[in-house]
Protein backbone atom coordinates (compact mmCIF):
# COMPACT_ATOMS: atom_id res chain seq x y z
CA UNK A 1 0.00 0.00 0.00
CA UNK A 2 2.97 2.36 0.15
CA UNK A 3 3.40 2.58 -3.47
CA UNK A 4 -0.35 3.86 -3.65
CA UNK A 5 0.01 6.52 -0.67
CA UNK A 6 2.89 7.85 -2.50
CA UNK A 7 0.67 7.85 -5.62
CA UNK A 8 -2.28 9.98 -4.14
CA UNK A 9 0.33 12.05 -2.31
CA UNK A 10 2.03 12.88 -5.38
CA UNK A 11 -1.46 13.84 -7.46
CA UNK A 12 -1.52 18.01 -7.10
CA UNK A 13 1.87 18.28 -8.79
CA UNK A 14 1.21 16.27 -11.09
CA UNK A 15 -2.24 17.44 -12.04
CA UNK A 16 -0.72 20.79 -12.05
CA UNK A 17 1.23 19.95 -14.68
CA UNK A 18 -1.15 18.18 -16.84
CA UNK A 19 -3.70 20.95 -16.65
CA UNK A 20 -1.77 22.93 -18.60
CA UNK A 21 -1.42 20.31 -21.38
CA UNK A 22 -3.07 21.23 -25.46
CA UNK A 23 -6.62 18.72 -25.33
CA UNK A 24 -9.04 18.57 -28.27
CA UNK A 25 -12.12 19.89 -27.23
CA UNK A 26 -15.33 17.71 -26.89
CA UNK A 27 -18.22 19.50 -29.32
CA UNK A 28 -21.94 19.21 -28.65
CA UNK A 29 -23.50 15.65 -29.11
CA UNK A 30 -19.57 13.65 -27.81
CA UNK A 31 -20.41 10.42 -26.50
CA UNK A 32 -17.88 9.74 -23.43
CA UNK A 33 -17.56 5.76 -23.34
CA UNK A 34 -16.02 3.95 -20.40
CA UNK A 35 -16.63 1.35 -17.98
CA UNK A 36 -15.83 0.99 -14.03
CA UNK A 37 -13.97 3.96 -12.81
CA UNK A 38 -14.08 4.95 -16.28
CA UNK A 39 -17.82 5.16 -16.16
CA UNK A 40 -17.54 7.81 -13.68
CA UNK A 41 -15.11 9.84 -15.63
CA UNK A 42 -17.88 9.64 -18.80
CA UNK A 43 -20.29 10.32 -16.62
CA UNK A 44 -18.61 13.44 -15.04
CA UNK A 45 -18.15 14.68 -19.46
CA UNK A 46 -22.17 14.44 -19.19
CA UNK A 47 -22.60 16.19 -16.36
CA UNK A 48 -19.81 19.18 -16.85
CA UNK A 49 -20.58 20.17 -19.97
CA UNK A 50 -24.23 20.42 -18.63
CA UNK A 51 -26.17 17.52 -20.54
CA UNK A 52 -24.20 18.94 -24.14
CA UNK A 53 -22.04 15.50 -24.19
CA UNK A 54 -23.95 12.34 -23.41
CA UNK A 55 -22.09 9.34 -20.96
CA UNK A 56 -22.36 5.43 -22.05
CA UNK A 57 -21.07 2.07 -21.01
CA UNK A 58 -19.09 0.64 -23.84
CA UNK A 59 -21.49 -2.44 -24.01
CA UNK A 60 -24.27 0.21 -24.19
CA UNK A 61 -22.88 1.87 -26.92
CA UNK A 62 -22.04 -1.67 -28.65
CA UNK A 63 -25.75 -2.28 -28.65
CA UNK A 64 -26.88 0.92 -29.66
CA UNK A 65 -24.05 2.02 -32.42
CA UNK A 66 -26.55 4.21 -34.06
CA UNK A 67 -26.10 7.10 -30.82
CA UNK A 68 -22.51 7.65 -32.78
CA UNK A 69 -23.70 8.62 -36.32
CA UNK A 70 -22.45 11.45 -37.25
CA UNK A 71 -20.89 12.46 -33.45
CA UNK A 72 -17.74 12.03 -32.08
CA UNK A 73 -16.93 9.54 -29.33
CA UNK A 74 -14.35 9.87 -26.80
CA UNK A 75 -13.44 6.16 -25.09
CA UNK A 76 -11.89 6.13 -22.00
CA UNK A 77 -9.71 3.30 -20.96
CA UNK A 78 -6.45 2.89 -19.44
CA UNK A 79 -5.65 -0.57 -20.89
CA UNK A 80 -7.16 -0.16 -23.72
CA UNK A 81 -7.85 -3.75 -24.38
CA UNK A 82 -10.96 -4.38 -22.56
CA UNK A 83 -13.43 -6.56 -24.89
CA UNK A 84 -16.75 -4.24 -24.54
CA UNK A 85 -14.52 -1.39 -25.80
CA UNK A 86 -13.41 -3.28 -28.92
CA UNK A 87 -16.56 -4.23 -29.94
CA UNK A 88 -18.26 -1.07 -29.34
CA UNK A 89 -15.31 0.40 -31.62
CA UNK A 90 -15.97 -1.68 -33.98
CA UNK A 91 -18.99 -1.19 -34.63
CA UNK A 92 -19.52 2.27 -34.62
CA UNK A 93 -15.64 3.12 -36.99
CA UNK A 94 -17.84 3.83 -39.69
CA UNK A 95 -20.73 5.97 -38.08
CA UNK A 96 -18.77 8.36 -35.87
CA UNK A 97 -17.69 11.92 -36.91
CA UNK A 98 -14.30 11.06 -35.16
CA UNK A 99 -12.79 8.91 -32.33
CA UNK A 100 -10.34 9.62 -29.57
CA UNK A 101 -9.36 7.31 -26.74
CA UNK A 102 -7.80 8.71 -23.50
CA UNK A 103 -5.02 6.16 -22.60
CA UNK A 104 -2.25 4.81 -21.04
CA UNK A 105 -0.82 2.50 -23.56
CA UNK A 106 -0.70 4.60 -26.99
CA UNK A 107 -0.16 0.92 -28.35
CA UNK A 108 -3.35 -0.91 -27.23
CA UNK A 109 -5.90 -2.28 -29.85
CA UNK A 110 -8.43 0.49 -29.32
CA UNK A 111 -5.37 3.51 -28.98
CA UNK A 112 -4.52 1.92 -32.40
CA UNK A 113 -8.31 1.80 -33.93
CA UNK A 114 -8.51 5.58 -33.14
CA UNK A 115 -8.30 8.89 -34.93
CA UNK A 116 -6.67 10.53 -32.44
CA UNK A 117 -5.08 8.91 -28.83
CA UNK A 118 -4.86 11.94 -25.39
CA UNK A 119 -1.91 10.06 -23.34
CA UNK A 120 -2.46 10.55 -20.03
CA UNK A 121 0.95 10.96 -17.94
CA UNK A 122 1.32 7.84 -15.50
CA UNK A 123 2.87 4.35 -16.24
CA UNK A 124 -0.21 1.98 -16.37
CA UNK A 125 0.12 -1.28 -14.61
CA UNK A 126 -2.38 -3.75 -14.41
CA UNK A 127 -4.78 -4.83 -11.92
CA UNK A 128 -3.95 -1.26 -10.12
CA UNK A 129 -7.05 0.59 -8.20
CA UNK A 130 -7.61 3.88 -10.39
CA UNK A 131 -5.96 6.71 -8.26
CA UNK A 132 -3.97 9.05 -9.85
CA UNK A 133 -5.44 7.35 -13.50
CA UNK A 134 -8.64 8.48 -12.83
CA UNK A 135 -7.62 11.76 -11.32
CA UNK A 136 -5.95 12.44 -14.58
CA UNK A 137 -8.84 10.94 -16.68
CA UNK A 138 -10.92 13.14 -14.81
CA UNK A 139 -9.15 16.17 -15.61
CA UNK A 140 -8.47 15.80 -19.20
CA UNK A 141 -12.65 14.90 -19.66
CA UNK A 142 -13.41 18.72 -17.22
CA UNK A 143 -11.05 20.32 -19.65
CA UNK A 144 -12.24 19.11 -23.35
CA UNK A 145 -16.27 20.32 -22.01
CA UNK A 146 -14.50 23.31 -21.07
CA UNK A 147 -14.27 23.51 -17.23
CA UNK A 148 -12.30 26.25 -16.51
CA UNK A 149 -11.60 28.45 -12.91
CA UNK A 150 -9.44 28.39 -10.28
CA UNK A 151 -7.34 25.16 -9.75
CA UNK A 152 -5.04 25.04 -7.13
CA UNK A 153 -4.75 21.44 -7.08
CA UNK A 154 -2.29 21.56 -3.63
CA UNK A 155 -4.97 23.51 -1.60
CA UNK A 156 -7.79 21.07 -2.13
CA UNK A 157 -5.34 18.30 -1.30
CA UNK A 158 -4.82 19.76 2.00
CA UNK A 159 -8.84 20.71 2.31
CA UNK A 160 -9.22 16.80 1.78
CA UNK A 161 -6.67 15.73 4.79
CA UNK A 162 -8.90 17.95 7.10
CA UNK A 163 -12.13 16.01 6.05
CA UNK A 164 -11.16 12.78 4.89
CA UNK A 165 -11.96 11.03 8.06
CA UNK A 166 -15.58 12.32 7.73
CA UNK A 167 -16.69 9.45 6.13
CA UNK A 168 -17.26 6.32 7.76
CA UNK A 169 -17.24 2.40 6.50
CA UNK A 170 -20.26 0.21 7.48
CA UNK A 171 -20.28 -3.15 8.64
CA UNK A 172 -22.98 -3.50 6.37
CA UNK A 173 -22.92 -1.28 2.93
CA UNK A 174 -21.33 1.75 2.88
CA UNK A 175 -23.36 4.80 0.52
CA UNK A 176 -21.26 7.37 -1.08
CA UNK A 177 -24.22 10.00 -2.13
CA UNK A 178 -23.61 13.29 -4.94
CA UNK A 179 -25.52 15.24 -7.14
CA UNK A 180 -24.73 16.42 -10.60
CA UNK A 181 -20.74 16.31 -10.83
CA UNK A 182 -20.91 14.41 -7.16
CA UNK A 183 -22.82 11.77 -8.34
CA UNK A 184 -20.12 10.79 -10.34
CA UNK A 185 -17.88 11.25 -7.73
CA UNK A 186 -20.01 9.28 -5.17
CA UNK A 187 -19.55 6.36 -8.01
CA UNK A 188 -16.16 6.27 -7.78
CA UNK A 189 -16.09 6.29 -3.73
CA UNK A 190 -17.62 3.18 -4.26
CA UNK A 191 -15.90 1.68 -6.79
CA UNK A 192 -13.02 2.11 -3.69
CA UNK A 193 -14.62 0.35 -1.19
CA UNK A 194 -14.81 -2.60 -3.24
CA UNK A 195 -11.24 -2.80 -4.69
CA UNK A 196 -9.29 -1.42 -2.04
CA UNK A 197 -11.43 -2.70 1.01
CA UNK A 198 -13.51 -5.69 -0.02
CA UNK A 199 -16.32 -4.37 1.11
CA UNK A 200 -19.81 -4.26 0.17
CA UNK A 201 -20.68 -0.38 -1.24
CA UNK A 202 -22.88 1.91 -3.19
CA UNK A 203 -22.57 5.04 -5.26
CA UNK A 204 -26.41 6.78 -6.03
CA UNK A 205 -27.32 9.81 -7.08
CA UNK A 206 -28.39 12.26 -4.11
CA UNK A 207 -32.15 12.59 -4.87
CA UNK A 208 -32.77 9.01 -5.77
CA UNK A 209 -31.45 7.68 -2.58
CA UNK A 210 -34.67 8.47 -0.62
CA UNK A 211 -36.75 6.83 -3.29
CA UNK A 212 -34.84 3.63 -3.23
CA UNK A 213 -32.20 1.92 -1.08
CA UNK A 214 -33.34 4.37 2.05
CA UNK A 215 -35.88 1.40 2.34
CA UNK A 216 -33.58 -1.23 2.77
CA UNK A 217 -31.55 1.06 4.72
CA UNK A 218 -30.45 -1.42 8.16
CA UNK A 219 -28.29 0.05 11.09
CA UNK A 220 -24.97 -1.55 10.08
CA UNK A 221 -25.05 0.54 6.82
CA UNK A 222 -23.54 4.26 7.09
CA UNK A 223 -24.35 6.98 4.23
CA UNK A 224 -21.86 9.19 3.23
CA UNK A 225 -23.28 12.64 1.38
CA UNK A 226 -20.85 15.31 -0.59
CA UNK A 227 -22.36 18.51 -0.38
CA UNK A 228 -20.49 19.93 -3.48
CA UNK A 229 -22.84 20.80 -6.35
CA UNK A 230 -25.93 20.48 -3.78
CA UNK A 231 -27.98 23.88 -4.28
CA UNK A 232 -31.10 23.44 -1.92
CA UNK A 233 -28.48 21.76 0.70
CA UNK A 234 -30.54 18.32 0.59
CA UNK A 235 -27.19 16.61 2.11
CA UNK A 236 -27.73 18.29 5.30
CA UNK A 237 -31.70 18.00 5.79
CA UNK A 238 -31.21 13.70 4.70
CA UNK A 239 -28.26 13.75 7.16
CA UNK A 240 -30.37 15.52 10.15
CA UNK A 241 -33.42 12.76 9.22
CA UNK A 242 -31.36 9.91 8.60
CA UNK A 243 -29.58 10.88 12.42
CA UNK A 244 -32.85 11.44 14.02
CA UNK A 245 -34.12 8.19 12.79
CA UNK A 246 -30.83 6.63 14.37
CA UNK A 247 -28.60 5.74 11.59
CA UNK A 248 -25.20 6.48 10.60
CA UNK A 249 -25.12 9.38 8.12
CA UNK A 250 -22.00 11.78 7.45
CA UNK A 251 -21.68 14.88 5.32
CA UNK A 252 -18.63 15.93 3.39
CA UNK A 253 -18.18 19.66 3.20
CA UNK A 254 -18.03 21.13 -0.30
CA UNK A 255 -14.34 22.57 -0.96
CA UNK A 256 -12.92 24.86 -3.49
CA UNK A 257 -13.14 28.24 -5.65
CA UNK A 258 -14.36 26.52 -8.35
CA UNK A 259 -16.54 23.30 -10.26
CA UNK A 260 -12.87 22.44 -11.01
CA UNK A 261 -11.75 22.23 -7.32
CA UNK A 262 -15.08 21.11 -5.65
CA UNK A 263 -14.94 17.87 -8.12
CA UNK A 264 -11.29 17.04 -7.14
CA UNK A 265 -11.92 17.77 -2.86
CA UNK A 266 -14.48 14.58 -3.35
CA UNK A 267 -12.20 12.51 -5.12
CA UNK A 268 -9.20 13.51 -2.75
CA UNK A 269 -11.30 12.69 0.06
CA UNK A 270 -12.65 9.80 -1.69
CA UNK A 271 -8.96 8.52 -1.91
CA UNK A 272 -7.46 9.18 1.19
CA UNK A 273 -10.39 7.91 3.27
CA UNK A 274 -10.12 4.44 1.69
CA UNK A 275 -6.03 4.56 2.20
CA UNK A 276 -6.76 5.06 5.69
CA UNK A 277 -9.63 2.68 5.98
CA UNK A 278 -7.34 -0.23 4.55
CA UNK A 279 -4.15 0.99 6.81
CA UNK A 280 -6.49 0.45 9.87
CA UNK A 281 -7.67 -2.69 8.59
CA UNK A 282 -3.93 -3.83 8.38
CA UNK A 283 -4.29 -4.65 4.68
CA UNK A 284 -0.53 -4.50 2.59
CA UNK A 285 -2.43 -4.96 -0.96
CA UNK A 286 -6.31 -3.93 -2.23
CA UNK A 287 -8.38 -6.13 -0.96
CA UNK A 288 -9.29 -7.45 -4.53
CA UNK A 289 -5.90 -8.63 -5.55
CA UNK A 290 -6.84 -11.70 -3.05
CA UNK A 291 -10.03 -12.65 -4.48
CA UNK A 292 -8.50 -14.94 -7.13
CA UNK A 293 -11.76 -16.89 -8.08
CA UNK A 294 -13.89 -13.45 -8.49
CA UNK A 295 -10.33 -12.07 -10.32
CA UNK A 296 -10.95 -15.25 -13.02
CA UNK A 297 -14.62 -14.23 -13.36
CA UNK A 298 -13.50 -10.66 -13.61
CA UNK A 299 -10.80 -11.20 -16.15
CA UNK A 300 -13.12 -13.24 -18.19
CA UNK A 301 -15.56 -10.85 -18.65
CA UNK A 302 -13.61 -7.71 -18.94
CA UNK A 303 -10.31 -9.26 -21.29
Given at each position: ?5 S ?95 L ?34 A ?16 G ?31 A ?12 G ?9 F ?21 P ?10 L ?61
Open positions: MVELYEVARQPETLEAFAGATLPRAPRGSVFVGAGDSYATALLGFYASKGRCIALDPYALASEPEVARGVKVIFISMSGRTKSNLLALTRIRRLAKGITVTAVRESPLATGADSVVMLPFSYAPKSPGLLSFSLALAVLRMVGVSGPSDFEVFEGAKADYRRPSLAKGTTYFLGNSLGHAALYASAKVYELLGRAAGEALEESHKELFSLRPSDSVNIFSAFDDHMAGSLRRASNEGYNAAVIPARGHSELERFFHCVFVSQLWALGEARKAGLTKPKFLSEQRRLRVSDSMIY
